[in-house]
């Protein structure tokens, strides 16, 4: 059934929630990973894009109920980098390593005014030709103009579930309407925008997996992570199973087959079971590889969930698993920009 589908979709075409449904429903997991690998190559080649990201600071004011970095985590030590580490960290990824893009990522932290994240990308783009993504949650408007204006080109918001009640039951004082406004600001300025979702979030079904591909689908995003939940002990979300990988992977084909071009990251917390699993992952999809910058002192604080940033290699040694494994699976490094390959416009 998944096969007749396949063939006979035009794929440039507005997927239904019950075609999306069929694919993740059906036990053809090998035939939809491989349709996926095709479709990765047909429309965004070969090239996979090295990305490294500087986790700036850990503090949040808001309170997910399955990250670490929650609020009410009270175990957690804090930490923040200044301006200035953030713009030699960064310029460091592109001397150093030859990498072009750098993601700035954090908790929601207000310390960081509108104005000194704007300093710091300015800084970053007076020094280097690297293009800025930025992970730092729901701002203002008015904020996110600024930081676009200081010359930042994507931002990084995942929306985790796309529905409503799902949502606000794991989004305390969050609202949903609110995030999707957010990333529609985002594309608004002109950003490269950056959605996404966790696959196994409790009371989530397969359902709501279609449902949010066919959400996101109508984002048109330029980029899209799917990762896995893997439950922290500090938060309520304690006694929760981790989200399947191979599920994980599944949707991660699915939503490249459906959404054709977006960047899709391996993404790190997929890692947590194992290298293969990332390497499934870019044989069935995905396109992109983030690499950890943030600094040895701090970087284990930075745990969104347990065991993330445990390794305690170096970045250089980081960076040569990373090309080991493109170039193990055939594929090319590429340390570019790796922009946007656009998103559907073409969609009729
Ligand atoms: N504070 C910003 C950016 C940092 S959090 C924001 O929330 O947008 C980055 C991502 O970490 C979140 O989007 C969420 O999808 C992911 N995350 C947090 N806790 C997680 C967990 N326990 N398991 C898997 N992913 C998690
Ligand atoms: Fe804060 Fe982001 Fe974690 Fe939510 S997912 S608690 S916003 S760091």
Redesign the pocket.
């Known amino acids: 059934m998944v096969k007749e589908l396949l063939n006979r979709k035009i794929l440039d075409t507005l997927w239904q929630p019950e075609e999306i449904f069929m694919l993740i429903n059906s036990d053809e997991d090998d035939y939809i990973l491989n349709y996926a690998d095709s479709v990765r190559k047909q429309y965004v080649g070969d090239e996979i894009h090295i990305r490294g990201i500087i986790e700036f600071s850990n503090y949040?004011s808001?309170n997910?109920l399955?990250?670490?970095?929650r609020r009410d985590n009270t175990k957690i030590i804090r930490y923040r980098l200044m301006p200035e580490d953030i713009i030699n960290l960064a310029v460091g990824i592109k001397n150093d390593f030859g990498i072009s893009t750098v993601v700035l990522?954090?908790?929601?932290d207000n310390y960081y005014t509108p104005k000194m994240l704007a300093g710091i990308i300015r800084e970053i783009k007076n020094q280097t030709d690297m293009a800025v993504t930025v992970?730092?949650?729901e701002r203002p408007d008015e904020d996110y103009n600024i930081i676009k204006e200081a010359g930042a080109d994507r931002f990084?918001?995942?929306q985790?579930t796309f529905n409503k009640e799902l949502y606000h039951s794991l989004h305390p004082g969050a609202s949903f309407e609110n995030r999707i406004r957010c990333i529609q600001t985002i594309k608004r300025l002109g950003y490269q925008a950056g959605s996404?979702i966790?696959v196994g979030l409790p009371g989530q079904n397969i359902k709501h997996l279609a449902h949010d591909i066919f959400e996101m689908q109508k984002i048109k995003p330029d980029m899209a992570s799917i990762?896995?939940?893997?439950?922290?002990p500090n938060?309520p979300?304690s006694d929760f199973p981790t989200?399947n990988p191979k599920l994980t992977i599944k949707t991660t084909a699915i939503a490249r087959i459906v959404m054709r071009t977006p960047n899709i990251p391996v993404t790190t917390?997929l890692g947590v079971f194992g290298t293969e699993f990332q390497t499934e992952s870019l044989k069935a999809g995905a396109n992109v590889i983030m690499i950890n910058f943030t600094p040895e002192d701090v970087k284990e604080l930075y745990e969104?969930?347990p065991g993330k940033n445990k390794q305690k290699k170096p970045p250089s040694m980081l960076v040569e698993k990373v090309r080991n494994m493109i170039l193990s699976i055939n594929r090319i490094v590429n340390t570019g920009r790796g922009d946007s390959y656009g998103f559907g416009d073409e969609i009729k």
């Not at 399955?66 to 970095?69: A, E, N, Q, S, T």
Request: glycine share 16%.
């Open positions: 949040c808001m997910c399955y990250c670490g970095l990522q954090s908790g929601e992970s730092i949650g990084l918001l995942k985790e996404g966790i990762s896995p939940l893997i439950p922290h938060t979300l989200g917390a969104i969930y």
